[in-house]
């Protein structure tokens, strides 16, 4: 049953997804150092036939390094007749964390978001332990939950079926510090992994260089492509879905590259 609710899920992200088209209006874009009154480690800036990109809130896209800078007028350029939203992950994460600056409020909604999958996070599911699949999660999750476990200080313990336990105070008191800890920027990053991989501690481990994007993905996937090895799959939405979730994990892992490229202050 939870296989088919991931599947509604993506069904219904691709019928959102798809009508957005937007011509391409622009030439070329490119990039160029200016003084940013708004803060001044933001000295970069992508621009558009010479007009300076704007945030959806209207802010200037100003980021910390050249190096990010480069990638996203690489994203505009790399569009063609029409400009594809979702194959511009580092333009999105971007443009997201500079927003955040300016609002407080989404940046305390996306923390409480990246606290909530915790608790019903992909690592800690299992099924019954009478089943395939349960013999598959524990050989492939139950490292991954010791090592989260002792790399982050946490004592979290997996959950079967529906019965999802609640977080204890010392580990919800424990994931809150390790994520306001992060600057708007990381927090922005993070917050990409985890909403792709449905999970935090993946999320985490790849933050942290404990795991690979490309096994961190097979991990978030394991009981829907135990389901699609048992029943089939939908022709094209499962390599779509999981070529889309790499894409975008491995984005957010480049962008956490970028803004530490120097020595600056976010």
Request: net charge neutral; aromatic share 10%.
């Amino acid at each position: 049953m939870r296989g088919l609710i991931v599947r509604f899920r993506f069904s219904e992200q691709v019928q959102v997804q798809q009508p957005i088209q937007l011509k391409r209006f622009y030439k070329e874009a490119s990039i160029e150092m200016a003084v940013n009154p708004t803060n001044p480690y933001h000295q970069w800036l992508v621009k558009l036939d010479g007009k300076t990109v704007k945030t959806p809130s209207k802010n200037t896209l100003a980021v910390p390094s050249p190096q990010l800078a480069s990638f996203i007028a690489h994203e505009f350029n790399m569009q063609t007749d029409y400009i594809r939203p979702t194959t511009m992950p580092l333009l999105t994460l971007a443009r997201n964390a500079i927003d955040i600056e300016a609002d407080d409020r989404i940046r305390q909604f996306m923390e409480q978001s990246i606290i909530s999958y915790l608790e019903r996070d992909t690592v800690l599911f299992r099924e019954n332990p009478e089943t395939k699949l349960y013999k598959i999660q524990k050989e492939k999750l139950d490292p991954q939950l010791k090592l989260f476990n002792e790399k982050f200080g946490l004592h979290l313990k997996t959950n079967f079926g529906l019965n999802i336990e609640p977080l204890k105070q010392y580990d919800q008191i424990r994931i809150e510090t390790i994520v306001s800890e992060l600057n708007n920027w990381q927090l922005v990053s993070l917050d990409a992994k985890v909403e792709n991989l449905k999970s935090c501690i993946l999320a985490l481990l790849i933050w942290n260089n404990h795991l690979q994007v490309e096994e961190g993905v097979k991990l978030s996937r394991l009981e829907e492509d135990f389901q699609i090895a048992q029943f089939g799959k939908v022709e094209g939405h499962h390599d779509y879905d999981e070529n889309t979730i790499m894409m975008n994990v491995s984005a957010s892992k480049l962008f956490a590259q970028l803004i530490q490229t120097q020595s600056i202050a976010y």
